[in-house]
């Protein structure tokens, strides 16, 4: 029997979102682009459309905008897209931040 190697891609490219994430503000620019095409390599290896659309046009963005808070937005797409594709018992979730009390307004990104 063929041992399908899916679920280990999909939870290696979520180590290495994480990782980035976990990482924000601590990267150099050049590092993130190399992660980025790295996770974008991988995700058309193994035809993860989504991933791979979102890694390439977070590679755009870097290069009109450098590493912004637009990174964060698209790493969370990434896991998004990358969790949709896993078994629901494979998926771990990441650790939620404290949102701060606000009155309802919701801030400009």
């Not at 009109?64 to 790493?75: D, F, R």
Request: hydrophobic content about 45%.
């Amino acid at each position: 029997m063929r041992h399908d190697p899916m679920p280990v891609i999909l939870a290696d490219l979520l180590c290495r979102v994480d990782g980035l994430a976990g990482e924000r503000g601590h990267v150099s620019v050049a590092r993130l682009r190399d992660e980025i095409d790295q996770i974008r390599h991988i995700a058309r290896a193994f035809r993860l459309d989504t991933v791979e659309c979102l890694a390439s046009t977070l590679q755009s963005a870097l290069s009109l905008q450098g590493a912004g808070p637009v990174v964060m937005s698209y790493l969370d797409l990434m896991r998004d897209a990358i969790a949709a594709e896993m078994p629901e018992a494979d998926v771990i979730p990441m650790p939620m931040t404290a949102k701060p009390a606000g009155n309802g307004a919701h801030p400009v990104a």
